[in-house]
């Protein structure tokens, strides 16, 4: 199940497990997330009369904006931990024979350009 389809205890006691992901990558588009959620929020709060058009309307593309970001950050909480996972997978990879490590080293340099 992803990261983002369950409850935030659920992706908390992620975040808390042993296992090498979720990590600092999701963890980092999470905040992004919040961030940009809570800009977006603030900018579609009653705005004072004294506000110009002008300035209502760049509050308005500023919110959009932000919103925007915010389900990029949230798409990227997923992709990080996946991405990762391939990587330790292929860390994971037996090594002993020249084949086995020549197979690995592929495999680790293709994750990592994942």
Do not use: N, W
């Not at 999701?26 to 709060?45: E, I, K, N, R, W």
């Amino acid at each position: 199940m992803a990261l983002t389809a369950g409850s935030v205890s659920h992706l908390l006691a992620a975040f808390r497990s042993s296992d090498p992901t979720p990590g600092g990558g999701s963890a980092s588009a999470l905040a992004g997330a919040v961030g940009a959620s809570l800009l977006a929020m603030v900018a579609g709060l009653a705005k004072p009369r004294t506000s110009s058009d002008d300035e209502l309307a760049r509050l308005q593309a500023a919110g959009a904006r932000c919103a925007e970001l915010a389900l990029r950050l949230e798409t990227l909480i997923d992709q990080d931990t996946a991405a990762y996972d391939l990587v330790v997978d292929a860390y994971r990879l037996p090594k002993s024979t020249d084949h086995e490590k020549a197979d690995r080293g592929g495999r680790i340099q293709t994750a990592l350009e994942a």
